[in-house]
């Protein structure tokens, strides 16, 4: 059996429609999909029940990714699992440098890092936003929650990078060693290149080495901030080593002095103050 699953409410309430051109350019490879709304789905039924010549069809971005993830993650599946191009971010598509609308995704599910949070452990696909990248999700999803559907990450970034953003000091400890951060903007654990729907917080690190990177950017007013800031989204940030920390790990604790939001592939975790990221 070949099932498609999907969510109408992604891509800012465009999920139906998505589904219907994935249906329509899959119609030839893929004989008799059978549709699965995934907010009507029992998961873990559902894989349990999955048989070895199964194939699954998830349409959606980061996001209804991380979530499928960390259904399937640790199960024996032999199921042959894809991803197919939607939503609003795919950082995930954008660092394996997808070429197609559809990826098998069996081997980058194979081997992922997680994530503790007051106690609560999840795994992610692209990277931890802690600080301004935090708070720009939280807005996002006030926004979402008022049906305002566009959303420019960017401009709600400037904005609070010049406004109310209030830079943390931060303890940050990689495989042990103490690192000491004075007025941080953000605090990322990555284990692709890409958050933020392209932002390259992390130009140089691999999803196969076994580390992760950690990257801060610290010690810096707002308008320098402002100035590298805008060079993210092709990696150029990290040249500035006076205000941009790159460190590889397999683990990585960061502490703030206050709560701040955080997000995990574009999910919103709200007034955390620590986070620990394994691999």
């Given at each position: 059996m070949n099932y498609l699953l999907y969510n109408p409410l992604s891509n800012n309430g465009l999920g139906?429609?998505?589904?219907?051109?994935?249906?329509?350019?899959?119609?030839?490879?893929?004989?008799?999909l059978s549709e699965i709304?995934?907010?009507?789905?029992?998961?873990?039924k559902f894989i349990e029940e999955l048989k070895n010549e199964d194939k699954v069809i998830l349409v959606g971005g980061d996001g209804t990714l991380n979530h499928f993830a960390?259904?399937?993650?640790?199960?024996?599946?032999?199921?042959?699992?894809?991803?197919?191009?939607?939503?609003?971010?795919?950082?995930?598509?954008?660092?394996?440098?997808?070429?197609?609308?559809?990826?098998l995704l069996n081997d980058y599910l194979k081997k992922l890092p997680k994530v503790t949070i007051n106690g609560k452990t999840t795994y992610y696909?692209?990277?931890?936003?802690?600080?301004?990248?935090?708070?720009v999700c939280e807005i996002a999803?006030?926004?979402?929650?008022?049906?305002?559907?566009?959303i420019?990450?960017?401009?709600?970034?400037?904005?609070?990078?010049?406004?109310?953003?209030?830079?943390?000091?931060a303890t940050v400890f990689v495989d042990g060693v103490e690192h000491k951060y004075k007025k941080v903007w953000f605090a990322s654990a990555m284990f692709g290149k890409y958050y933020?729907?392209?932002?390259?917080?992390?130009?140089?690190?691999?999803?196969?080495?076994?580390?992760l990177s950690f990257v801060t950017m610290?010690?810096?007013?707002?308008?320098?901030?402002?100035?590298?800031?805008s060079s993210i989204f092709k990696g150029g940030h990290v040249k500035h080593k006076k205000i941009c920390d790159v460190i590889e790990g397999r683990r990585i604790e960061v502490q703030f002095d206050k709560p701040m939001a955080l997000q995990i592939d574009g999910e919103v975790v709200h007034d955390v103050t620590s986070y620990v990221a394994e691999i």
């Amino acid at each position: 059996m070949n099932y498609l699953l999907y969510n109408p409410l992604s891509n800012n309430g465009l999920g139906e429609q998505i589904k219907e051109e994935a249906l329509e350019k899959l119609k030839n490879n893929f004989n008799e999909l059978s549709e699965i709304n995934v907010l009507e789905l029992d998961s873990e039924k559902f894989i349990e029940e999955l048989k070895n010549e199964d194939k699954v069809i998830l349409v959606g971005g980061d996001g209804t990714l991380n979530h499928f993830a960390n259904e399937v993650y640790g199960k024996n599946l032999d199921s042959e699992l894809y991803l197919y191009r939607a939503g609003t971010g795919n950082d995930f598509l954008r660092d394996i440098d997808a070429k197609e609308d559809l990826v098998l995704l069996n081997d980058y599910l194979k081997k992922l890092p997680k994530v503790t949070i007051n106690g609560k452990t999840t795994y992610y696909i692209n990277g931890i936003g802690y600080g301004i990248d935090g708070m720009v999700c939280e807005i996002a999803e006030e926004m979402k929650a008022k049906g305002i559907k566009k959303i420019n990450y960017t401009s709600i970034s400037i904005k609070l990078l010049l406004g109310k953003y209030k830079c943390p000091n931060a303890t940050v400890f990689v495989d042990g060693v103490e690192h000491k951060y004075k007025k941080v903007w953000f605090a990322s654990a990555m284990f692709g290149k890409y958050y933020g729907g392209g932002m390259m917080v992390a130009p140089n690190q691999n999803r196969w080495n076994d580390k992760l990177s950690f990257v801060t950017m610290h010690k810096s007013g707002k308008l320098k901030t402002l100035m590298v800031f805008s060079s993210i989204f092709k990696g150029g940030h990290v040249k500035h080593k006076k205000i941009c920390d790159v460190i590889e790990g397999r683990r990585i604790e960061v502490q703030f002095d206050k709560p701040m939001a955080l997000q995990i592939d574009g999910e919103v975790v709200h007034d955390v103050t620590s986070y620990v990221a394994e691999i």
